[in-house]
């Protein structure tokens, strides 16, 4: 079956009572045993049934089979936050004394997990330009316990050479860990491009429209011991597992995840060759532009559809924050993937507790918009665009 027919056809781990053609929102805790011997079993993890819901829950299993089914994972974790995915994720990699290596072109928390959180726990974080091969050679040693990266960073839109890192990362017998939640699993293979472990905020386009908090790890099954400490430790003690209400509405998210993610990404693009063509811009960021320093390599990993992440840049930081305060359509928000245009302002806000000095080293301006195109029609967006930068209210 194609990428849209298994979004909707995987099938139920087991027959619902009444037949239901969606999957139920399993909101019981617990869960009742025939006899103790079979409780025992569950408990100790000889039969994987639900037992309590803090740790599994048949809605989020089903939601987790549905992920599996459309990349060929071996393991799929749901959790409750694209945060907590990240989280989980790095804890059950690293330790004292271990190195992550990475690059300073991270999303804010995640930057601020890696070097600050992390690093109170003995964890050290080696950030280094992850397009320079060498640099990442140099940076690996025998206390490294992964590489990671996003596949298009957020908001400098840039795109490393997955498939160069994952042979640094199997010489070294170490996984290569990416968060892909700019573009959806479902248009590339994370297997082969490289990758052990992909992380997404599930949040975005998965949930259909800004419905539902989540996360997802998504396991190829290259690092067995990973893969038992996810399942086991990381949900079991870190209480960060999915709730039954959040996977239902991703369940159904996950039916239309194809068709709008090609309307959004169709509309991105149109929209970045827009702004390409009015004197106020001074840059657009979108790996879908042959402008881009990246297109070729990121059309190589992820295909011909580059997300729905378009940034941009005017001549200071007063004319970006005129341009959010005059904008008539496009909401003035946070997240990306909404079925509604949204627009930020990268430097004050998600990155607005970092000193200035800091963000200038990820390579992050005061000069720079954010957009997260929706469903609207790319004209209306287009006009909105237009009025606000021309308006000098």
């Given at each position: 079956m194609k990428q849209s027919t298994k979004a909707i056809h995987t099938p139920y781990e087991r027959r619902d009572a009444w037949d239901a053609l969606q999957i139920p929102v399993?909101?019981?805790?617990?869960?009742?045993?025939?006899?103790?011997?079979?409780?025992?079993?569950?408990?100790?993890?000889?039969?994987?049934?639900?037992?309590?819901?803090?740790?599994?829950?048949?809605?989020?299993?089903?939601?987790?089979?549905?992920?599996?089914?459309?990349?060929?994972?071996?393991?799929?974790?749901?959790?409750?936050?694209?945060?907590?995915?990240?989280?989980?994720?790095?804890?059950?990699?690293?330790?004292?004394?271990?190195?992550?290596?990475?690059?300073?072109?991270?999303?804010g928390n995640t930057y601020l997990l890696v070097t600050r959180t992390l690093a109170r726990f003995g964890v050290e974080a080696r950030l280094v330009d992850l397009c320079n091969i060498d640099e990442v050679k140099n940076a690996v040693d025998e206390n490294t316990c992964c590489i990671f990266l996003e596949s298009v960073t957020n908001p400098q839109t840039e795109v490393a050479d997955t498939r160069a890192l994952g042979e640094i990362a199997r010489k070294w017998n170490i996984p290569l860990i990416a968060d892909t939640t700019i573009v959806p699993f479902t248009e590339f293979d994370g297997k082969k491009n490289g990758l052990d472990f992909q992380v997404v905020s599930s949040t975005k386009y998965?949930?259909?429209?800004?419905?539902?908090?989540?996360?997802?790890?998504?396991?190829?099954?290259?690092?067995?011991?990973?893969?038992?400490?996810?399942?086991k430790e990381m949900v079991f003690n870190l209480g960060g597992y999915m709730g039954p209400q959040a996977a239902y509405m991703q369940v159904i998210g996950l039916e239309t995840l194809?068709?709008?993610?090609?309307?959004q990404a169709e509309t991105a693009k149109k929209i970045a060759e827009f702004l390409m063509t009015l004197p106020e811009v001074k840059a657009v960021g979108y790996p879908g532009l042959e402008s881009h320093p990246n297109h070729k390599l990121f059309k190589e990993l992820y295909g011909d559809t580059a997300g729905g992440m378009v940034t941009f840049d005017l001549s200071d930081q007063e004319s970006c924050y005129n341009f959010i305060n005059n904008l008539k359509l496009i909401h003035r928000a946070t997240n990306l993937f909404d079925n509604r245009s949204l627009a930020i302002h990268p430097w004050s806000t998600i990155f607005g507790t970092l000193e200035d000095d800091e963000k200038r080293e990820m390579d992050l301006k005061p000069t720079t918009i954010r957009l997260s195109i929706g469903l609207e029609d790319p004209e209306d967006l287009m006009e909105d665009i237009k009025q606000s930068l021309e308006s000098r209210d």
């Open positions: 399993y909101n019981s805790l617990a869960y009742e045993f025939d006899d103790a011997s079979y409780m025992s079993d569950v408990f100790s993890g000889k039969v994987i049934v639900p037992d309590y819901s803090r740790v599994l829950n048949p809605t989020v299993m089903h939601l987790e089979d549905r992920v599996r089914n459309l990349t060929g994972a071996k393991e799929v974790s749901a959790f409750s936050s694209g945060m907590a995915a990240i989280s989980a994720m790095l804890i059950a990699v690293s330790g004292t004394g271990k190195n992550i290596v990475s690059s300073k072109h991270m999303f998965i949930s259909g429209g800004a419905t539902s908090l989540g996360g997802l790890i998504i396991d190829y099954g290259n690092f067995p011991k990973v893969s038992e400490c996810i399942k194809e068709v709008r993610y090609r309307r």
